[in-house]
C-alpha cells in the first residue's frame, strides 16, 4: 500500500472528479453519436452553454442546487455521482500502485468501466467505441508490464464465457438474452486483469445479476421476460475486483490451496 500525504490525497482526488466531469460528456454524447469535443457542455432543456464556473466538478451541483442557473431544470444526480467515483476509484487505484504505469492502465480501464456502467443501464447498448480500443489498450499495457499472455488469455475465456452464456440462453429462452456488447466488454475485462481476475470478475457478474434480478421479480419491478442490463453487472464486478480481486484471491489460496 502506497502511503500518500496530504496533497497527493488532494491533488488525484481533484484529478479524478475533473476526469469524472469528462465521462459524463462521454455518457451523454457516445451514445448519442455526438462529438465529444464539439460543442461546448449545455443544458439539455435550454441548450445555454455551460459558464465555466458552473462546470466545477461536484462543487458546481452543490452550489446550484441541482438546478441549471439558466432554465431551472433538474441537474441529474449521475453527475455528481460520476464525478465522485471516479475520484474515489483514482484514489483507491493510486494508494496500491503509485504514480506508475500500471496506475494509468487501472485509471483508464475503471474509466472505461464507468462510461459502459451508465450508458448500457439507461440506453441497453455498449458502444465499440468503449470496448475495441479498450482491449487494445488492456494488451498494450498488459505488454508494457509484462502480462501480455494473460492478458490475450483473458480476451480469450471473457469473450469465451459470455458466447457460451448467451448460446445457452437464447436455447432455454428462444430468444436472445445477451448482447455482443457484454461480450466485448467481458474481453475487455480480460484485456486488463488477466484470465484468473477475469474468472472471479465473471463469477461475481452472474451472482450479482441473479441476486439483483430476484429481488427485482420478487418486489414486481421486472418480470422473467423482463430486459435487464447485464453490463452494469460486469462493470461493476471488474470494479471491484480490480481493488480488491488480488486479495480475494490470495485469501482463497490460503484457505484452499
Not at 496533497?7 to 455518457?27: D, P, R, T
Request: proline content about 4%.
Amino acid at each position: 500500500m502506497h502511503e500518500l500525504t496530504a496533497f497527493e490525497h488532494i491533488l488525484v482526488f481533484v484529478v479524478g472528479a475533473c476526469v469524472g466531469s469528462f465521462l459524463n460528456v462521454c455518457i451523454y454524447r457516445l451514445p448519442r453519436h455526438l462529438s465529444l469535443v464539439k460543442p461546448r457542455s449545455r443544458c439539455p432543456k435550454c441548450e445555454v452553454p455551460i459558464r465555466w464556473w458552473d462546470n466545477i466538478p461536484i462543487l458546481s451541483f452543490i452550489l446550484l442546487r441541482a438546478k441549471c442557473r439558466n432554465c431551472g431544470e433538474r441537474i441529474s444526480l449521475q453527475y455528481p455521482l460520476v464525478e465522485f467515483l471516479t475520484a474515489a476509484l483514482f484514489l483507491l487505484i493510486y494508494r496500491s500502485t503509485g504514480l506508475t504505469v500500471l496506475f494509468v492502465a487501472y485509471a483508464v480501464f475503471s474509466a472505461l468501466l464507468i462510461v459502459a456502467f451508465f450508458i448500457d443501464l439507461s440506453h441497453l447498448i455498449i458502444p465499440d467505441r468503449i470496448t475495441i480500443p479498450g482491449m487494445v489498450l488492456g494488451v498494450t499495457f498488459a505488454a508494457l508490464t509484462g502480462r501480455l499472455r494473460g492478458s490475450l488469455l483473458g480476451i480469450v475465456v471473457g469473450a469465451g464465457i459470455l458466447l457460451c452464456a448467451a448460446y445457452l440462453g437464447k436455447l432455454v429462452y428462444k430468444k436472445e438474452v445477451m448482447g455482443y456488447g457484454d461480450v466485448k466488454l467481458a474481453a475487455m475485462v480480460g484485456a486488463f486483469l488477466g484470465w484468473q481476475l477475469l474468472l472471479l470478475t465473471m463469477f461475481l457478474s452472474f451472482l450479482s445479476g441473479a441476486v439483483i434480478g430476484l429481488i427485482l421479480i420478487v418486489l414486481r419491478k421486472k418480470t422473467m421476460a423482463s430486459t435487464v442490463p447485464f453490463g452494469p453487472f460486469i462493470s461493476g464486478s471488474a470494479l471491484f475486483t480490480l481493488i480488491y480481486g488480488e486479495r480475494l484471491l490470495a485469501c482463497y489460496l490460503q484457505l484452499y490451496g
